[in-house]
């Protein structure tokens, strides 16, 4: 019944409590997001705040306990009755009395202590979400509805409480901060490590942390404890972008192991996915659909999910929260990998996004299917003049390059320089023009070893361009491009650009455009 005590090293984030504070009236304020994300820490922040300006707070953090409508209605009256004993007099002389009078009344009865009271009073009900019995629903509906005009709640939850929010409050009257809005900036980031002091850090080496973690709290805080013991910025970032323990552990400490089993086992298989939509998780999952219904229930969650259109037809897994799962997945699955990328690719491919479906054919092993895909993505883009676009996807396949090569000269809109600059920059790696094909013994490695921002990165360096012109199609900066890159280079143990795109990819690319 107390908020919690702010830690030490705590970033004030005043843009978020000067929007807390322009509150609309008898309004409504719902903070929602993933587990560490300072989801908590805010509210506690924004109620010292209140309550050194003198307003009384009252304070409840819930879990699974508190779902017994006596009991919630018992809790509350004490954390008003904590803060101002005036306002919650009446209603717990009636539970001293009796403890079994109806909650109705217990709760009328408060609410006409705090209008009475001429106050501007707050309630705080931290982790509501976990609140499911219908009858504590109830409770709260209640007292939500009937709320006095001097009574603001505040509602914090990492998914979408199973309150019928609309029917209590018009739209205008809720306030929602959700988790694009607590994702620490850059700015709040320096601030952060500039106050735990572990290690000094310049602003490159921030932005590179921040980006790993997209601005996801409890990820700087992991980052910060590794840099003690590493000292090393693009080492840490690196881990934590690719194989790290400790964010496997706090994820399952605090997501994975709370979920169903069947959404679970739902994560897992699409995490080999960059973007997701109903239909390819369909695809992926084998029978049974019902794709749809997972994701509303893991975007109305906040299971570290996020829509990338308007239409919320297409989402994707929080960066770190992928990896960990693709992790998961080697550990627990190992053969299920190229079933899932087949089918993947067979989607993708069928939606004619060869991109997509040559990038699963590979990891799925079945690379004769890749190239053939890759001419087909080729064709296409030559029908609709985009030569600069051409995928770096596909095996180290000469004759596919050469098939290619005789398309363009038949085509105007074809720079037919960059089809010669792939043909030289593959015969210089492979040796000759009369290389073997690629065996399935020396396959491109599986593109699951890198990121989702690496893997797009060494799709921009296929089509030949340079870090600065990268850095603008991905709005990065060539620093952190670089910095991506060196990663790169490390996972696949190679030297150059083409090493590089020919191991994950299979394809040559000039490096005279590309000059780090």
């Known amino acids: 019944m107390m908020a919690?005590?702010?830690p030490p090293g705590c970033v004030q984030r005043p843009a978020l409590l000067e929007r807390l504070c322009a509150r609309p009236a008898h309004g409504l304020t719902v903070v929602t997001a993933p587990a560490g994300f300072g989801k908590t820490t805010l509210l506690a922040e924004w109620s010292e705040a209140l309550s050194e300006q003198k307003h009384p707070v009252a304070w409840?953090?819930?879990?699974?306990?508190?779902?017994?409508?006596?009991?919630?209605?018992?809790?509350?009256?004490?954390?008003?009755?904590?803060?101002?004993?005036?306002?919650?007099?009446?209603?717990q002389q009636l539970l001293g009395h009796?403890?079994?009078?109806?909650?109705?009344?217990?709760?009328s009865v408060l609410l006409n202590g705090i209008a009475a009271s001429g106050l501007c009073v707050f309630l705080v009900l931290d982790d509501v979400d976990r609140l499911t019995a219908k009858p504590v629903l109830a409770v709260v509906s209640r007292l939500l509805r009937y709320a006095p005009e001097n009574l603001h709640v505040l509602l914090g939850a990492r998914g979408e409480p199973a309150l019928t929010l609309g029917q209590l409050r018009t739209p205008e009257k809720i306030m929602r901060l959700g988790v694009d809005d607590l994702r620490f900036s850059i700015d709040e980031a320096q601030a952060y490590f500039d106050q735990t002091g572990a290690v000094p850090l310049d602003r490159t080496s921030v932005a590179l942390l921040n980006e790993a973690t997209e601005g996801w709290v409890a990820g700087l805080q992991l980052a910060c404890l590794a840099l003690s013991q590493a000292g090393d910025t693009a080492k840490v970032a690196t881990n934590l972008a690719g194989n790290s323990s400790v964010i496997d552990r706090y994820l399952n400490d605090t997501v994975l192991a709370h979920l169903p089993p069947p959404m679970l086992k739902f994560l897992m298989h699409t995490s080999i996915l960059e973007r997701l939509t109903p239909a390819v998780c369909d695809a992926i999952m084998g029978s049974g659909g019902g794709s749809g219904a997972k994701l509303d229930w893991l975007e109305r969650h906040?299971?570290?999910?996020?829509?990338?259109?308007?239409?919320h037809e297409w989402y994707r897994y929080h960066a770190l929260f992928s990896d960990a799962?693709?992790?998961?997945?080697?550990?627990?699955?190992?053969?299920?990998?190229?079933?899932?990328?087949?089918?993947?690719?067979q989607w993708f491919a069928g939606a004619h996004l060869w991109r997509e479906a040559v990038r699963h054919a590979l990891a799925a092993g079945e690379l004769e299917q890749a190239a053939q895909w890759i001419e087909n993505c080729a064709i296409e883009m030559l029908e609709r003049g985009e030569p600069h676009t051409l995928p770096g996807e596909g095996p180290p396949a000469r004759a596919l390059l050469q098939r290619f090569r005789q398309i363009a000269e038949d085509v105007s809109t074809v720079?037919?320089?960059?089809?010669?600059r792939?043909?030289?920059?593959?015969?210089?790696?492979?040796?000759?023009?009369a290389a073997s094909p690629t065996t399935v013994e020396s396959a491109p490695v599986s593109a699951d070893i890198l990121s989702a921002r690496e893997f797009e990165v060494l799709n921009h360096v296929a089509c030949g361009l340079s870090n600065k012109e990268i850095g603008r199609s991905l709005k990065l900066a060539p620093e952190t491009v670089k910095w991506h890159l060196k990663n790169i280079f490390e996972k696949l143990n190679v030297s150059s650009r083409i090493e590089a795109v020919q191991k994950v990819l299979g394809l040559g690319v000039g490096e005279d455009r590309a000059a780090m």
């Open 60 to 91: 409840l953090s819930l879990d699974g306990e508190d779902d017994d409508p006596q009991q919630f209605g018992a809790y509350l009256v004490a954390a008003f009755s904590r803060t101002s004993g005036d306002i919650a007099r009446q209603a």
């Open 325 to 345: 799962l693709r992790r998961r997945l080697v550990r627990q699955m190992p053969r299920e990998l190229p079933v899932l990328h087949h089918r993947a690719s």
């Open 98 to 107: 009796d403890e079994l009078t109806p909650i109705k009344t217990i709760i």
């Open 422 to 433: 792939l043909l030289a920059a593959f015969d210089d790696a492979c040796g000759s023009p």
């Open 302 to 311: 906040n299971v570290f999910i996020r829509p990338l259109d308007d239409r």
């Open 415 to 420: 720079e037919t320089a960059y089809v010669d």
């Open 4 to 6: 919690p005590r702010l």
